[in-house]
Every structure is written in C-alpha cells, then in structure tokens.
C-alpha cells in the first residue's frame, strides 16, 4: 500500500488529511502544521495514503507527547483514522504496523495510545486495538483508558499523570474548555463557533488553550486536543459541541 511520511521537507506541499478543502478553517489548518514542524524537531511521525483523504496516523516519544502521562522510552500515538470508502481494506493494520515498526526500530519499550472505556471522538477505537494486542494499563474517573502494546514487560508501567487521574478540572464553575492546535478544526470551532454559540446563550465559556508541553501534560484532561467541562466535570472531547445545532444536545447527555 502507498503511503508517505510528511515531514519538515514536504509538508509545505502536502496535506495532512483533515480540514483539506474547509476555507473557515484555514488558519486553524496552518496553525496545526506549525505544531507539526515544531513536534519534527522532537521525532513526532505524521504518515498518511497518498491520496487525498482521511487515511492516517501520528505518533512520537511519549516524553514529549502533548498528553498527560508518564511513559519513559515509549512512543504514543495521537490521531490514528480511516474514514470512508477506505475502512475494511488493511489501513488501519498497516500503519499500525508501521508505526511498531518504527518504534522498534529506535528501540523503544511500546507504543501507546489514549483511548475511551467507550468511543470517544477523537481517540482511537479500543475495542478495535485491544484486538491488536494492546493492553489497558490505566483509566480515569473520566472514562479514558490508556492502552499499550509493550515490547519489553521489565519497563516501567506507563500511566496518566497525577492530574488526569482525578477526572475533573481545577475550575469548579460553569463551562470550561481545554484545547491545543493538534486539530486543524479546534482554533476555528472553539474561538468562533463556540463564541456565537455562547452568546446566543448568554453563558460564559472559561477557553484555556494549552500552548506548551509542560501544560498539555500538566492538564486535567487527557483529551488534549478538545476537552469540554461543566462545574469541574467532564463532559465530552467532542469538538461538534462547539456548533449552535449540536451544543444543547450533547450537553443535555451530560452527566
């Protein structure tokens, strides 16, 4: 199968699958290849089908990954999809080989991923990976699971950080949203969409924007790419909560 490495050399040229052809979401689209170019510098690995669509995966050392947990000498993976017409035909094998490839190649102790007990958008499919080989070694109050796919079982346990354990974030009123620009449609949908949203409610909506690693592995969340709360308590890492037309919804599921 035909896939290719986007890296500092190409992906000026290149697409990075998501938000391709959405125009609103242009500067949310540039802002989410600069965290690319900067996560390069620390061995970050973005591989996708050479083809114009949804069809890839992300992964590099979990010491600087932009998600709360402690994982020395292991790779973790970020956004890991196949969409469409391309489910069902090897994709999602393949790059999953390629990336234990990879971190066996550096000679890393395993690869994880954040996961939810139930399918969370934006995270990868545990009931699918726990098929794969992979293991759940930790989980919060939040209903995140940390899966892993160990090479080595004489290594340290990987788990979340202390404040991802706890399930809530330090904010104990009303609407807080943690974010990061490892989404080409967070900058755009949290910022805009959200705002009129808000106002039409007259709520008042907390944005804490994560801009470092030391903050992305400090948060409350490991949702780190969109993470909703409500009065300490997490409510969704679904980004459509954003949009005028799904916010009363999702929010009258909450807990």
Known sequence: MNYITINQAN??????????SDKKCANSYKLKKEWLKQEFE?????????DRAKVFIEYGPAEKAWIPVTAPNYFIMGCFWVSGQYKGKGHGKALLQEAIRDAKKQKKDGLLTV????????MSDKKWLLKQGFKEYDTTPAGFSLLCLRFNDKTILPHFNEQAKLGTCPEKSGYV?????????TEYHVNESLAETAEKRKLKIRIIKLETVKQAQSAPTP????????????????????????FDKIIAKKP
């Open 11 to 20: 992906i000026d040229n290149e697409h990075i699958c998501c938000a391709i």
């Open 42 to 50: 620390n061995g970050f690995i973005f591989r996708r089908i050479n």
């Open 115 to 122: 996961a939810g007990t139930k399918k969370y958008h934006f």
């Open 177 to 185: 949203v943690y974010y990061t620009n490892r989404c080409p449609y």
């Open 223 to 246: 949702a780190t790419i969109f993470s909703l709360f409500y009065n300490g308590k997490f409510i969704t890492t679904d980004l459509s909560v954003c949009m005028d037309s799904r």
